[in-house]
């Protein structure tokens, strides 16, 4: 992760405020725009565009700039902004009618091609009017969109990631065929905005109000905020058993908390009922009471646990693991654990408690050892690759030579920092290798007076246990998945086939699941025109549907009315919530995927995965741009308090692009690779050798279709791939691939199909041929009708009908005139002209006067050489 970004001081006069600064931009924030129309192109192709909020101007210039020759660009803004060529603007509120009827007057009859809207309340000098919040402002300017916006035009709004958030995203793709939300580079990382391109305006006729009117559009939030905790304590507990994969702030900041910090005394954690949340929730937990600094001067309280404690965010599910062992047995000590089942059961738990036999503990102990020293490993491990993959990149900058790479990893040693050879650091080594042995359930040769390893004992004990035997495979099989998945993301980032192929299935993935609330509506003739228009209720009523037939899944049998687009999601979720339920938890969590159906029903709607891409959101104070470039007397003054106000951290917020299935995916791969295959075969033949070989055998009944049904099971078919690992099955479809027998004969007859392929005349060729048949045909039938109707006659005698046929037919059968061709010298007037000379019809080529009078010298010179020889 890059440096944060500062927003205040001298910090906020970044590159780009330089840059605009340079390039006469008047605000920096023109550079958002520009690598918008980068990525999206709007603005080439638009004729009219509407900028709302533009002062003090930055958009309205790049609009200008990238717009073609006399477009229409109209700039509304509470301020006035200073004059900018080919650019109308005017002072208004974009909130009012008033407005309204002022662009409706400069854009007359014409419709925008581009609405953009780029406004921050409490940013710019009018501080009474600009009330509305930042959500209501975005609506507002959609709503003026929906009014001017062409059918198929685009509307981009700055949008800042609240609870608001995914209200207005659903708003939008009800609008607008493609919704994604994007952070372009120049937006600051520590700026919550985000920018929302919706292209491909759907103009219905008539647009329900409710969509526009704030009242309804957030109106849910007050009563999801509630239900949402359900949703809020399952990412938590998504945080905690897999936290290598970070999750999106789909549902914004929480209410009254703007700081993605958070701090909670041990003892929460300790006496909650629900720990699992708050680990993966907070970002530390410090030992603050004296109850708690008691606790943390246990024995059970090691360092590894202190320095887990202090950084919640960087741990593996290992760590997470190891904390919830610890906690338990504080728990236990301080007879928490008692107490509690005491109510439920009585004084006879206590006692069992209490008679927690020794091999217990020791096997307690073995396992906590064995998940830090699994910790311990992934870290190094991680920082190794991060070592690696800063030299490669530094090596593909040319940065470094590649016999930097052992220097750089010993930077530290290079400084001076270390000694290098530190028999301690060697030590360490060689702890570590026996830790990650020992992880790896290698037999471990045990120090005297290490104490962080288990006796040779107790350590065999362990690998005698199955059950940690499988453990440890397990967690090295998670490993090699999570290093595998990284392998991909990092080749997806590198390979842009790749990203291309990864993307395509993925669209497959999701066009096979979300056939969009349309289609599901689809049932009757009267429909139609309401679905055009897209109503409020309805949509609503459909999220309803959704809902009920997703609660109803369980009752429901299976052999009801075809089933509904609802339903289908509604099993995906299930089926979802089936997967996770069936990872390798601690803790039950069936709970939590019931409490957060409603919250994924909505989430889960396909534009959200689109618009989720977007990078680390942090907390801001204030909108980034409200250090525009002074220009003139219309400098904007700094405001504050924004409404969604995030700060910070930025290390919390990662795009994690989810991936399908591995396993279905590796399935899926395999048919469509059939049917393409397939497909292939029958346009343009058999193409591999082997499949020659095959055919050939066949027709010449070398082969009968009972012994290739046999060659058929060999050791590479029918292998079960149930429970395989991604990375392997991958590597299978690649190289586990039988090796069928070619004969000559089928490569020679591929190899003529490919010679005649290749003889075959260009397409224009033949084309060209075909006309030249077709014209000569045409003449021939044209003589010879003329022909006929010359013998018809009876006013010519036989003999000169006989010579005018044979005329008209020699003229039908003849090629006609070849087109002679004029030799035009390039002398006098064409001399070094290009293109036709004048005076000059049909046919041409230049020459020459030179090559005139060369021919002539020679011609002379050979007379005279005949001459001498015959004197
Ligand atoms: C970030 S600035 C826009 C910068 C502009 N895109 C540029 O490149 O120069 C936000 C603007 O929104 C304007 N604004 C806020 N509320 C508004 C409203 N209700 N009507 C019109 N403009 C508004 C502010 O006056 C401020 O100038």
Redesign the pocket.
């Known amino acids: 992760m890059g440096k944060a970004q500062k927003k205040t001081g001298k910090g906020r006069l970044d590159k780009y405020y330089k840059l605009a600064k340079e390039q006469g931009y008047?605000?920096r924030?023109?550079f958002?725009?520009i690598q918008l129309n980068k990525k999206y192109s709007f603005l080439e192709s638009a004729r009219c565009c509407i900028?709302?909020?533009?002062?003090?101007?930055?958009?309205?210039?790049?609009a200008s700039k990238y717009m073609p020759a006399n477009s229409l660009i109209v700039g509304?803004?509470?301020?006035p902004i200073k004059p900018i060529p080919r650019v109308s603007t005017f002072a208004?509120?974009?909130?009012t009618s008033h407005?309204r009827n002022l662009l409706r007057g400069e854009l007359k009859d014409w419709k925008a091609d581009v609405v953009?809207h780029?406004?921050?309340?409490?940013?710019?000098?009018?501080w009474v009017?600009?009330a509305?919040s930042q959500s209501e402002?975005v609506l507002?300017s959609l709503k003026l969109a929906v009014e001017f916006l062409a059918k198929g035009g685009t509307f981009v709004t700055?949008v800042f990631r609240s609870v608001d958030y995914n209200n207005l995203i659903w708003v939008f793709s009800q609008l607008f065929g493609k919704v994604e939300a994007t952070k372009p580079p120049s937006s600051r990382n520590v700026s919550a905005e985000i920018f929302v391109v919706c292209r491909d305006f759907h103009a219905p006729k008539q647009v329900d109000p409710k969509f526009l009117d704030p009242k309804h559009v957030f109106k849910d939030l007050a009563v999801s905020a509630s239900t949402d905790k359900g949703s809020n304590s399952a990412n938590a507990q998504l945080n905690v058993f897999q936290p290598e994969k970070k999750r999106r702030k789909r549902d914004g900041y929480e209410d009254g908390n703007y700081t993605l910090f958070k701090s909670v005394g041990v003892s929460e954690f300790v006496r909650s009922s629900d720990p699992v949340s708050i680990l993966g929730s907070v970002n530390q937990m410090t030992f603050d009471t004296d109850e708690e600094k008691q606790w943390a001067s246990l024995d059970i309280t090691s360092a590894d646990v202190k320095v887990n404690l202090d950084d919640l965010k960087v741990l593996g599910k290992g760590d997470f693991k190891a904390l919830l062992r610890w906690r338990t047995k504080l728990r236990e000590d301080i007879g928490l654990e008692g107490k509690a089942e005491e109510d439920d059961d009585g004084n006879e738990e206590v006692v069992e408690i209490a008679n927690v036999d020794e091999e217990q503990q020791i096997q307690d102990e073995l396992e906590r050892l064995n998940a830090e020293a699994t910790a311990r490993s992934k870290r190094d491990r991680r920082k190794a690759n991060e070592v690696r993959q800063r030299t490669i990149q530094r090596m593909q900058l040319q940065m470094t030579a590649p016999m930097d790479i052992g220097l750089d990893q010993r930077d530290s040693v290079l400084a001076g920092d270390e000694d290098i050879f530190d028999l301690g650091e060697a030590e360490r080594d060689m702890r570590r290798n026996g830790a990650a042995r020992f992880a790896r359930g290698d037999a471990v040769e045990t120090d005297e007076d290490e104490d962080e390893l288990p006796s040779g004992e107790g350590s065999e004990e362990v690998l005698d246990s199955e059950d940690e035997l499988e453990k440890r495979t397990r967690a090295l099989e998670d490993d090699i998945d999570d290093l595998y998945s990284a392998y991909r993301e990092r080749l997806a980032e590198r390979d842009a086939k790749f990203k291309v192929k990864e993307a395509r299935k993925k669209d497959k993935v999701r066009e096979e699941e979300w056939h969009g609330i349309g289609a599901a509506q689809d049932s009757g003739e009267d429909d139609s025109e309401e679905e055009q228009e897209g109503g409020w209720d309805k949509v609503q009523n459909s999220k309803v549907q959704d809902e009920n037939s997703s609660s109803d899944e369980d009752s429901s049998d299976e052999d009801k009315e075809p089933p509904s687009i609802g339903h289908k999601r509604a099993r995906l979720l299930g089926d979802d919530a089936n997967r996770r339920k069936k990872a390798r938890l601690v803790t039950d969590l069936g709970a939590m995927a019931h409490n957060s159906r409603a919250t994924d029903l909505w989430f889960s709607q396909d534009v959200f995965s689109g618009a989720g891409d977007v990078a680390n959101i942090e907390d801001s104070e204030e909108?980034e741009?409200?250090g525009?470039l002074s220009i003139g007397g219309d400098s904007?003054s700094s405001g504050s308090n924004m409404p969604e106000t995030p700060t910070e951290d930025e290390d919390d917020f990662e795009v994690v692009p989810q991936e399908p299935d591995d396993a279905t995916m590796w399935d899926a791969d395999d048919k469509n690779e059939d049917e393409v295959k397939q497909a292939l075969v029958k346009s343009r033949g058999l193409l591999t050798a082997e499949a020659v070989t095959l055919a050939q055998q066949l027709v010449n009944r070398q082969k009968t279709k009972t012994e290739l049904l046999n060659d058929g099971f060999t050791r590479y078919s029918l292998n079960s791939k149930e429970d395989l690992p991604a990375w392997f099955l991958d590597d299978e479809s690649k190289y586990y691939k039988a090796n069928i027998p070619v004969t000559k004969e089928a490569i020679a007859a591929l190899r003529a199909k490919q010679r005649a392929l290749d003889a075959r005349p260009i397409k224009k060729i033949a084309e060209a041929k075909a006309r030249k048949k077709f014209k000569a045909a045409q003449k021939l039938e044209r003589a010879l009708r003329k022909a006929e109707g010359i013998t018809q006659t009876d006013e010519l005698t036989e003999r000169e009908k006989a010579k005018q046929v044979e005329k008209l037919l020699h003229k039908g059968l003849s090629k006609g005139k070849k087109k002679e061709v004029e030799l035009v010298v390039a002398k006098g007037a064409h001399k070094g002209i290009k293109g036709r000379p004048k005076g000059v019809k049909g046919r041409y080529t230049m020459v020459d006067a030179r090559m005139k009078k060369e021919v002539r010298a020679k011609k002379r010179k050979e007379k005279e050489n005949k001459k001498r020889r015959r004197v």
């Open positions: 008047r605000a924030s023109a958002k725009l900028d709302l909020c533009a002062a003090p101007g930055g958009w309205l210039q790049v509304v803004d509470l301020v208004a509120d974009i909130t407005c953009l780029d406004g921050a309340p409490n940013v710019g000098t009018a009017q600009d509305y402002l507002m700055k909108d741009d409200q525009m904007i």
